[in-house]
């Protein structure tokens, strides 16, 4: 016989779980082999690649253990260590990243990270 109808869970005893997950279609790293580490200049040149697309695109010092927006030259200097050594993530995420990741990985084979 197929029960009709659930019993019914005291207010008290129910519990509403929320999840928010990002998944980033696209992601590239950058190791920091310059004997300077993550340079001014290096900074400048991959914010001004980041600000060619519309996508989100967040960079991640994986040994800082930090991340920003890397549209912005300020955030980027605020989070990033970038000593010699260091892998650096770079997340996009939007409608031409995978366009983004194409021009972050032609720039990383043109300039001394």
Do not use: Q, W
Not at 37 to 45: D, K, N, Q, W, Y
């Amino acid at each position: 016989m197929l029960a009709t109808s659930c019993p019914r869970i005291p207010d008290t005893h129910r519990t509403l779980h929320t999840f928010n997950c990002t998944i980033a279609a696209k992601i590239t790293e950058i190791k920091i082999t310059n004997p300077n580490g993550f340079t001014p200049r290096l900074a400048a040149e991959l914010v001004e690649e980041a600000n060619n697309y519309e996508c989100r695109i967040t960079l991640t010092d994986t040994k800082a253990n930090t991340s920003c927006d890397l549209k912005s030259i300020m955030n980027v200097f605020g989070c990033i260590v970038g000593g010699v050594g260091t892998t650096l993530h770079i997340e996009f995420d939007g409608s031409d990243e995978a366009k983004a990741l194409a021009g972050f990985e032609t720039l990383s084979k043109e300039l001394d990270f």
